[in-house]
């Protein structure tokens, strides 16, 4: 087990980044350690339970807070015990009652179409019967509201050319992402960089392209759709 945590350590350690900006600044590792004492009780009771499900993943990552929940996911700030590294990730952890097939489609997206052109990747995944995660970059944000309207033209424009980068490499795939939205766009003002998220709806829209092997469904529509093969 010690050898395997080790392998994944270094592979995370040395993976490296979009960008070398990446990095998170020398303060982080302070803003986490008041994050973690500011938890909530359904925050760390999530991060618990999480951890039990994963033994695993706690030999890897700190993680330090809650920073995303949402119908089929929740996500965590992490970052790596075995290194002092200001490098952090973000843990997304799939509910139980995600298909396969619809996770399956996410991380194709993620490893074929992400580390490029503002597309997030996938760094590690781990899986324990139920339970999956995808480790990918994280990048340290602000809220869109917290400045959308502080915005002047020229940033308007960075915005949109970056955000039309991220679009060209994923639709350079045959893939739409369909689910275009602030939350899902991050942008670091201070560092001016840009982050396209969550592939949990993307459909590939040629199925005759070599891409991706299947289009990805709505995701209640296709739940219904292979409960119905399932049970005819």
Do not use: W
């Not at 990747?121 to 602000?142: E, G, I, N």
């Not at 592939?199 to 219904?224: C, H, T, W, Y």
């Amino acid at each position: 087990m010690t050898a395997i945590v080790d392998k994944a350590c270094v592979s995370l350690m040395h993976k490296q980044p979009q960008s070398t900006k990446n990095d998170v600044p020398e303060h982080s590792n302070e803003i986490c350690k008041k994050k973690d004492s500011s938890k909530t009780s359904s925050g760390k009771s999530a991060i618990d339970s999480l951890l039990s499900k994963l033994p695993d993943l706690d030999s890897i990552f700190h993680i330090h807070e809650k920073i995303g929940e949402g119908t089929f996911s929740n996500v965590y700030l992490a970052s790596l015990k075995c290194v002092t590294s200001n490098r952090q990730f973000a843990i997304k952890h799939l509910i139980p009652t995600s298909h396969p097939k619809r996770m399956q489609y996410e991380l194709d997206c993620l490893n074929r179409i992400g580390g490029k052109d503002n597309v997030v990747s996938c760094d590690m995944t781990m899986r324990q019967a139920d339970c999956v995660v995808f480790v990918m970059p994280y990048l340290k944000h602000q809220k869109f509201a917290d400045y959308v309207l502080e915005m002047t033209v020229e940033e308007t424009k960075l915005y949109m050319r970056n955000l039309l980068l991220a679009l060209r490499r994923v639709h350079s795939f045959n893939i739409i992402h369909r689910d275009i939205k602030p939350s899902n766009f991050l942008y670091n003002r201070h560092t001016k960089q840009f982050l396209l998220v969550d592939f949990g709806l993307a459909q590939k829209v040629n199925e005759n392209e070599n891409s991706l092997r299947n289009p990805i469904m709505k995701r209640k529509r296709e739940d219904d759709d292979l409960e119905n093969a399932e049970n005819p």
